[in-house]
């Protein structure tokens, strides 16, 4: 019976040094769930978990984006977040307000690194609340306009030289504008309610801005000029016909891909999306024309670390991995995503492609919504009032007045139920 | 004696059984049913953001309720406008259909199998049906133009929002239509009989015997019918998002939004159970009304 005791005891030693060794096994979330970017994701993982030296083993689960957000909001409620996960660029303090998210200011300073020159300030600045970082800046966008060349040379115009002002915009549209038989809109020059077209634009573009002191106001002198300009733009299109030119675009057809649109406001992976699905349209794409100055918005996604999880180290790790060089480099490549890691960004050979060029230079000119900790959904109440102003015709400064006193309402229910 | 003593033993073991296979449901009511209620009127007095403990805030989720977010008064009107006009219109309408079918001589079966098909389809497919349906340049619009009538942006507009909604709830008459068929053929015949010797015509007799002997079903389709249309949801989460201008933002859906989306558990308990409480009234007024339009038995 002595070589059972044996075997049962070599045995044991044998499972104590292999768990010993063993990796430390995190979990993270993302939204590459399909074709191209899930294969890039699962080779990154994979290289990651053959190579790091702390043993972290890193165990993906893809969700598609519309899914995304229920599944990590129930996981959140439950407490069985993953260890790290990518979410929303546009409302990190939220998260940090509310304790889920962990510092990472400390495994920032433990590399050394200097985040503020190694990110694009705009998304990088998104990941911050009360002098700490909350969250690593993985993917941005921006908005740029795309026009169609051939659109332009039927008109008489130089396909080479698009608008620059909003008023030259307006030139060029209504040269390209062809009217049907009914009176309907059959090729339109621009629409301000199609593609990403938002008057949050609009307003940075005239100099406007929705923050006095460091306090939302979306009703100053600035605000109410920029939408009685918006307003006054719609109603002489005629608001109706530019409802119905929209609504035969709207069941994934595209008013641009059809050759019907001159011009159009689109995030910046909207040129692979024309050579993808209509190759045959010859298109140009600049800077959104501004009426005084220069501007675009951008929205992103984030990485952030549970603060319930027990391997925050490692997940920061993995994180931090995820927004180097080479792997920022491999989605830019591979992508064509709008990484927030300057170094990669700046890559000589992605920098000779145009196309690239111009939308790292327009995150210059970016920005996002500003953040409203009390009130992190204002700009619905803006739209709102954008809404009533255009559809019901309501008087834009008191439309203004009302959503202004919405969102204050809103601070104020915060307020009340934050004490 | 010992009979008896034994019957009572038998009748005992026969409960304890019973109570035994109720059991599994009994479990199923107290932890998935009568908890999360009893837990959300706990709720509506705390804030909850679904990630800390609930905090207790007393009444102000319901003083916030009532007095800052006419936002919350906009979705209850909604909801209110929905019930009203989708619960009557498909009530009034099935009546009538439901007679017309009675008085068939053919093809009853057939009509009834066409009029119930709707309700067995799965909702999602038919509402992006109804989509393409309402589209501005859609097979509705189309059909007005036929006549020279200038169609509406349906669910684009916020004045036409609602009523298309409703025009669509009539989708769903079918179910009506079968049980007051049903009713329409437990109508003793001796009454018409009795009625057409009398020579009362057939107006008459609709409105004397048919529409009274019916009232008991029409409460019931009423009342159930309210319930279900105050807890409209899908056709605003689907077609709409709840907008135009909110103008299709039920309650229901506003509630959604605020405990899933941002993560205001609390007031959104407290705005299930407003609602909840706002039901109760509602429909002992509708009892009420009906006790005084029509003869019940």
Redesign the interface.
Known sequence: MKWVLKLLVGSLVVLLVTLSFASTRITFWHMYDSGPGKELMDEIIKEFNETNELGIEVKALAISFWDY??KL??A??A?EEPDVFMHDLGNVPSRAY???IADLTPYIEARGMDADKLFFEVPFSMCKWEGKVYALPFETDVRLLYYNKDLFKLAGLDPERPPKTWKELWEYADKITKKTAEGEYDILGFNPLYGQSYFWIYVWGIGGTFLENGKIKVNNPSIVKALEEWVAMLKKLGI?KL??FN??Y??GSDAFLSGKLGMVIQVGQYGSTIRTFAPNVNYGVTYIPYPARKATWSNGFSLEVSSRSEHRKEAAEFALYLVSKEVQLLFAQKLNSLVCNKEAAFDPTLMQNPEWKLQVNALQYSRFRPFVLEA??WYEELQ?AV??AV??GKDVKRALDDAQK?IE?EI??FK???K | MAERQHRKLLKHKQNTIGYLFAFSWIVNLLVFVLFPIAFSAYLSFTRYDGVNPPKWLGLTNYKIMFTLDPSFWKAFGNTLYYMFGSVFLKVFISLILAVILNNARKGMGVFRTIFFLPVVLPVVPVMFLWMMLFNPNGLINRFLAFFGIPGPLWLNSPAWSKPALIMMSLWGVGGIIVIFLAALQDIPRNLYEAAQLDGANSVHIFFRITLPMLSPVILFCVVTGFISASQVFAEAYIMTGGGPLESTTFVNLKIYLLAFKQGDMGYASAMAWFMFLIMVPLTIVVFRVFRKWLTID
């Open positions: 957000w229920d909001g129930v959140m409620a407490g509310k304790g889920i109706k409802q119905n609504a035969k709207g069941w992190p959904t709102k809404d009533e559809l019901k919405r309402a104020l229910r009340m139920t934050n």
